[in-house]
Structure formats: C-alpha cells, structure tokens
C-alpha cells in the first residue's frame, strides 16, 4: 500500500490534474466543448474514486490522525482545483470568441 506522505499527495494530484486538463483540451480539439461540464464534473468523480481506492487506508484511520495529517491532502487538492478551473475558464472563453 502507498504510504500517504504529502509528496505522494502531491504526485496523485499532479497526474489526475494533468490527465483532466488532457481530456478538456482533447474535447475542444474534437469541437465538443459543449461537453466541457459534463465531462469536466465526470473526471472529479473519476479522480475522487481513484482517491478513494488509493489512499482507502488513510481515509479509514482519520480518526485517528493529527488536523495537520488530515489537512495533508487539501493543498494539492486545491491547488490542482485553481488549475483545472483556469483551464476550463480559458477553454470556455476561447469557445465563445
């Protein structure tokens, strides 16, 4: 099992990020943007699974960790987040032109 360190948390974001941001620009390079929302929400429920299954041991022993062991996760969260919504609003700003 992956040891949950912040670098680790760091890594997953990163990639699922990475992996959204790909799908969102193949989707205007298809000339499908008017997909953008659905399959913009479809990937955070895909990488909220993929969280779920990677770090299931981390998510059950919460209780049981410091408020600086669970905050871990939340500045790669967030930070990919502001990525991926300077995406979209991009994406969606280029669409309307």
């Not at 790909?22 to 659905?38: E, N, P, T, V, W």
Request: hydrophobic share 55%.
């Amino acid at each position: 099992m992956i040891e949950p360190t912040l670098l680790v948390f760091f890594v997953f974001f990163t990639l699922t990020t990475l992996g959204v941001i790909a799908c969102l620009y193949l989707l205007k390079k298809k000339q499908r943007m008017s997909y953008l929302g659905i399959v913009y929400m479809a990937s955070m429920l895909f990488k909220m699974a993929l969280f779920a299954i990677f770090f299931y041991s981390f998510l059950s022993d919460l209780e049981h960790l410091s408020k600086a062991e669970r905050a871990q996760p939340l500045l790669p969260l967030f930070i990919g987040l502001l990525a991926e919504v300077f995406v979209v609003t991009k994406l969606a700003k280029d669409t309307e032109k």
